[in-house]
């Protein structure tokens, strides 16, 4: 059984940062991919960034030199640095774990970019 539990969400201003963390926990084959999606009101999911075990990042090219992902994989852990956070970004930040192309989902965390 594999889970995935979110942190580090919020309320922040336009310009501001946030940092989410993912843990992944259960029994999990050590090369994957894991990443972040985000979903706005009313809109898809879509993928903001992924890191494949052994690689560097990839990122939508709306988050492209804002976010950085960050992988612990000793720890099983995923990181999204936000700078520069835009009203845009405003959405549910859910972390991403495929193996295999099986995928996994954590339960969401929200970022709210306000004045």
């Known amino acids: 059984q594999v889970q995935l539990v979110e942190s580090g969400g919020g309320l922040v201003q336009p310009g501001g940062s946030l940092r989410l963390s993912c843990a992944a926990s259960?029994?999990?084959?050590?090369?994957?991919?894991m990443g972040w999606y985000r979903q706005a009101p009313g809109k898809q999911r879509e993928l903001v960034a992924r890191?494949?075990?052994?690689?560097?990042?990839y990122y939508s090219d709306s988050v492209k030199g804002r976010f950085t992902i960050s992988r612990d994989n000793a720890k099983n852990t995923v990181y999204l640095q936000m700078n520069s956070l835009k009203p845009e970004d405003t959405a549910v930040y859910y972390c991403?774990?495929?193996?295999?192309?099986?995928?996994?989902w954590g339960q969401g965390t929200q970022v709210t970019v306000s004045s």
């Open positions: 991403n774990l495929n193996v295999g192309g099986f995928d996994y």
């Open positions: 890191m494949y075990t052994l690689s560097t990042g």
């Open positions: 259960g029994s999990i084959f050590k090369m994957n991919t």
